[in-house]
């Protein structure tokens, strides 16, 4: 009775929208890690606001939030990231060339340079020259 009534809520959930969106950038974001990972031309740190910096040109990425955390993933890597830097992450995510003073959200400059940093890392993003 018990799985019956599992799979019938299960049915219910999967007729929703919003279950059937979430779904489909999971596996998109799924997807996005298994490609290979991105090409890092020189370990690259940031450490002042003012640096521009743009997407590597073969730059993909998923970002999938839940009520806990924002996933992160490019290819080849994951990143867990808190919920209070969503606005910076899609900005960083939206525009192809920035500079690191640019990043919106109600994060200190040293949370926009971690982030500036650990995606420069792991090739989603380079300095410009």
Do not use: W
């Amino acid at each position: 009775m018990q799985i019956r009534q599992g799979v019938e809520k299960l049915k219910q959930i999967c007729q929703s929208d919003l279950f059937i969106r979430d779904a489909l950038n999971f596996r998109r974001s799924r997807m996005i890690q298994q490609l290979p990972k991105l090409p890092v031309h020189a370990m690259q740190n940031i450490n002042s606001v003012h640096t521009k910096v743009r997407h590597n040109p073969l730059a993909i990425a998923g970002l999938f939030a839940t009520d806990d955390i924002l996933d992160f993933r490019q290819p080849g890597q994951q990143h867990l990231i808190h919920l209070g830097a969503e606005a910076s992450v899609r900005f960083i995510l939206s525009r192809q060339e920035f500079s690191v003073s640019e990043i919106p959200g109600d994060v200190s400059d040293d949370v926009r340079i971690a982030l500036v940093n650990k995606m420069l890392a792991g090739g989603y993003l380079e300095v410009l020259d």
